[in-house]
Every structure is written in structure tokens, then in C-alpha cells.
């Protein structure tokens, strides 16, 4: 019988012991969703709430605004430069399919949610963003809730720090800190960067001199299989040489050939497009529009090229452009 006892008494240590694991798994599962229901439900006059999701510098920040609604932001790459290998093309889309749309500002991603909008449903979308479009390891995920004093343009952890862009008023942080509206770098190596609010003529006095040189370059090989992709990370324009007559042929990237772009291309930038005499997709997967090549100079289809990336993609120079070609 004592035996048996102590059989009894090991299997309900066993079973305790198993519970208690069960609780803890749970409770890790559901920590983000906890943290988004302090920061909703907690006033703190004069401060604003924060709930912070981290897995190595893969983070989004929620803070608890005026109105009670949480605006989110997702690491980018302008003040994590390592991002750059984490946040493709394709990433970048997941993103944007998820609603979550570019701020230059900060370089963040940036999504809002009404005070109306559950902490569940709040707390799915920030794992689901942390694992589609950072590969984040959302089982160990890391959270901090926190309040700061309320002003417009909070303290951030400065670029090169862990966690770069967060909003974060840590004694520690101060000397790195960025207490701004804004962030623009300042290191010789992106020195074309530029900041929010930037205007086509912005990109045009950074970008047009070597736009328009890559096109003279196809006006020069119009009879050889050259080509020209001007690539904004969301969304592109892209040329080539065609004659009969000569001609330049140019495709602006669609949510056919891409269905990431279903949510940057609303109908008022579609509209855009067709105002510049771009054809709907069909001819091919993009829009369309020939050029002849002695009705426009390379100039005027550079500055045309540099307008359509940043009033249809919304591209305002927070990353460099990338110009690819048949040479690579």
C-alpha cells in the first residue's frame, strides 16, 4: 500500500507538473494579447501607453494615441540597416497585403487600429506581420509594456541600437537617442536618402541626371535587347528599346504581376496612371506606354519616370533606388 501511495502521490506531482507547463505555454501564447489589453484599457494622463513585441531587432510598437487608438509600427530598414537582408521585395509585400504601409518618417511600417478593434484581433495581426514578413520566431517572442510622457515627437533608440526606430524614453538611450519628427541620415554613404514629404522635384534633383543617362543608354542600343528597371522596393517602372518605329517601351508594375500591389495601386493611383497615358494590363501582366522615341528627350521621360514611382507607388527616396539592367 505504500507503495502504491507513493505511486499515486509521484503521478500527481507528474500531472501538476504538466499543468503548470500547459499554463506557462499558454501564457507565453498569449502575452502579446495581454499586452495590448493593458496599454488599451490603462490611462496614464499626460502619458501615452506602449507595447513593445521584439525578436532580436524584428519588433512592432504599438502606442496607445489621444483618440484610444493603437498606432502600430514595424521595424524598417532606414534606421535598421541589418533589415535590409530581412525585408525583400517579397516581404515588404506580405506586409502591405496585411495593411501595413510605409512611413517615411521613421523608415517604419505603420498600421492603425481603432479603439474599437480587439486586443485579440490586434495581437493576431502583430504575430502574423513579426512571422510573415520578418521570419520572426513568434513562439519566443519578447514583450514590454511601458508608458512615457505624451508629446508629439517622442525620444526613439537612435540608428546602429537594438531595436533602432522604437519610441523609448530609457535614461540608458539618451545620448543615441533620435528627438524628432523625423530621421534623415546623415552618413556620407546615404547621403541620397531623403527624408519625409520629399517632392518629385526632390527625386528628380537626386535621381534625374542618372535616369535620363540610362535611358539615353537604350535610345543609343535601340537595336540591341537592353533594358532598364528603375526599382522602388514597392513597385517599379521599367523600359526597353522597341522599333518600327523606334520607340521606348515602358511597363509601371501591377497587382497582376504582383498581387502585393492590390493595396498600394488604389483607384486614385490607377487613375494617375492612365492620366500618363498608361494602358491597363493585357498586352502584358503591367501597364503600358509607348514612347516615340523623337516625340520626348530623355529628361522629360526621366522626370515622367520619377513622378509615376513617387505619385502611384508612393516612393519618396527613404531608401535608394535601385537601377537593375541586362547587365545586372
Same mark, same amino acid.
Given at each position: 500500500m505504500q507503495v502504491?501511495?507513493?505511486?499515486y502521490a509521484a503521478l500527481a506531482i507528474?500531472?501538476?507538473?504538466a %499543468? +503548470? &507547463?500547459?499554463?506557462?505555454?499558454?501564457?507565453?501564447?498569449?502575452?502579446?494579447?495581454?499586452a495590448i489589453s493593458v496599454i488599451k484599457i490603462l490611462d496614464r494622463p499626460g502619458r501615452d501607453n506602449l507595447a513593445t513585441v521584439w525578436d532580436g531587432n524584428k519588433y512592432v510598437q504599438c502606442r496607445r494615441m489621444g483618440d484610444r487608438s493603437l498606432?502600430?509600427? %514595424? +521595424? &524598417?530598414?532606414?534606421?535598421q540597416v541589418s533589415l535590409q537582408h530581412v525585408l525583400t521585395p517579397d516581404h515588404i509585400g506580405r506586409l502591405a497585403v496585411m495593411g501595413w504601409m510605409l512611413d517615411p518618417s521613421f523608415g517604419n511600417y505603420v498600421q492603425t487600429f481603432q479603439p474599437d478593434v480587439s486586443a485579440k484581433e490586434i495581437a493576431d495581426k502583430i504575430r502574423a506581420a513579426l512571422s510573415q514578413g520578418y521570419d520572426a520566431d513568434i513562439q519566443n517572442l519578447e514583450v514590454e509594456t511601458k508608458s512615457i510622457r505624451s508629446e508629439p515627437c517622442p525620444p526613439r533608440n537612435g540608428p546602429s541600437q537594438n531595436l533602432a526606430g522604437i519610441i523609448n524614453d530609457a535614461p540608458s538611450m539618451a545620448a543615441f537617442a533620435v528627438h524628432a519628427c523625423a530621421y534623415k541620415p546623415k552618413s556620407d554613404e546615404l547621403e541620397h536618402i531623403l527624408g519625409p514629404g520629399s517632392t518629385v522635384a526632390d527625386l528628380i534633383g537626386i535621381y534625374g541626371t542618372r535616369v535620363a543617362a540610362e535611358i539615353e543608354r537604350l535610345r543609343i542600343n535601340m537595336h540591341r535587347r537592353v533594358f532598364v528597371i528603375f526599382d522602388t522596393g514597392l513597385g517599379y517602372v521599367q523600359c526597353?528599346?522597341?522599333?518600327?518605329?523606334?520607340?521606348?517601351?515602358?511597363?509601371?508594375?501591377?497587382?497582376?504581376s504582383w498581387p502585393a500591389l492590390a493595396a498600394v495601386l488604389t483607384p486614385e493611383r490607377i487613375t494617375r496612371l492612365h492620366t500618363a497615358g498608361f494602358a491597363d494590363p493585357g498586352r502584358a501582366p503591367n501597364f503600358s506606354k509607348t514612347y516615340?522615341?523623337?516625340?520626348?528627350?530623355?529628361?522629360?521621360?526621366?522626370?515622367e519616370v520619377l513622378t509615376l514611382l513617387h505619385d502611384v507607388y508612393g516612393y519618396y527616396g527613404g531608401s535608394r533606388l535601385k537601377v537593375k539592367t541586362e547587365e545586372g
Open positions: 502504491r501511495g507513493l505511486r507528474v500531472l501538476v507538473a %499543468a +503548470a &507547463g500547459t499554463a506557462l505555454a499558454q501564457t507565453s501564447n498569449d502575452k502579446v494579447e495581454a498606432r502600430c509600427e %514595424a +521595424a &524598417g530598414a532606414l534606421m526597353e528599346p522597341q522599333t518600327q518605329p523606334d520607340s521606348l517601351y515602358c511597363e509601371a508594375q501591377s497587382a497582376e516615340l522615341a523623337g516625340k520626348i528627350d530623355d529628361t522629360a521621360l526621366a522626370a
